[in-house]
């Protein structure tokens, strides 16, 4: 809570089941992990990442996304981006093959995912896999892939709706679900 960087995560690990809230940046990725099922809101960026570069640590590997897994997290209002990455490699080390899937992202001003690609050593196979999302939103402003970001799926299967919080003016984020009401994001 109220820093510049949530989470700066640079090693591998997973990280699940927080509350993220009211950051400069709510997590920033610089190594392949795993973060699910947590709660991000009411920060300026929600997830970002960048290309794979060459970090000359003992012993010596790439920080970048990697082939990260962003599952299962609940993105809301955030004031840039939900997600925002760049895929591909400063090095010809490691390539980058992040997943995106089963989130909620919605209520943010820039909107909900956005991946741009950065190619020195193109001919390393980068792509992204985004799927099964719940994103409230302009279509134009949902996913955004700039040039040479490849995704190894033409449907991103992506719901676009209210996902109907129980009470979010209360913190209450979980999915409305009873005999009238149900989320559209279950």
């Known amino acids: 809570y109220d820093n510049q960087t949530g989470m700066n995560i640079l090693d591998y690990t997973i990280i699940e089941t927080n509350n993220i809230y009211e950051n400069n940046t709510a997590v920033y990725i610089a190594s392949t992990i795993v973060l699910k099922n947590n709660l991000l809101y009411e920060n300026h960026t929600g997830i970002t990442f960048e290309a794979s570069y ?6 010596a590997h790439d920080f970048g996304v990697g082939e990260s897994k962003i599952i299962n997290n609940t993105i ?10 760049e895929i591909g490699s400063l090095t010809n080390y490691q390539t980058d093959h992040p997943e995106i899937r089963n989130n909620i992202v919605t209520g943010n001003t820039e909107g909900a995912i956005n991946i741009t690609h950065y190619d020195t050593y193109p001919v390393n196979p980068d792509y992204v896999l985004i799927k ?6 302009i279509e134009e402003d949902m996913i955004e892939l700039g040039a040479g970001v490849i995704s190894d799926t033409d449907d991103f299967y992506t719901v676009n709706a209210n996902p109907q919080f129980v009470d979010p003016a209360n913190d209450d984020y979980s999915l409305k679900w009873n005999s009238t009401t149900f989320s559209p994001c279950i």
Do not use: D, K, R
């Not at 060459?54 to 012993?59: D, Y």
């Open 54 to 59: 060459e970090h000359q640590l003992e012993p």
């Open 76 to 85: 809301y209002n955030i004031s840039g981006w939900g997600i925002q990455g």
């Open 132 to 137: 099964y999302n719940c994103i409230e939103g």
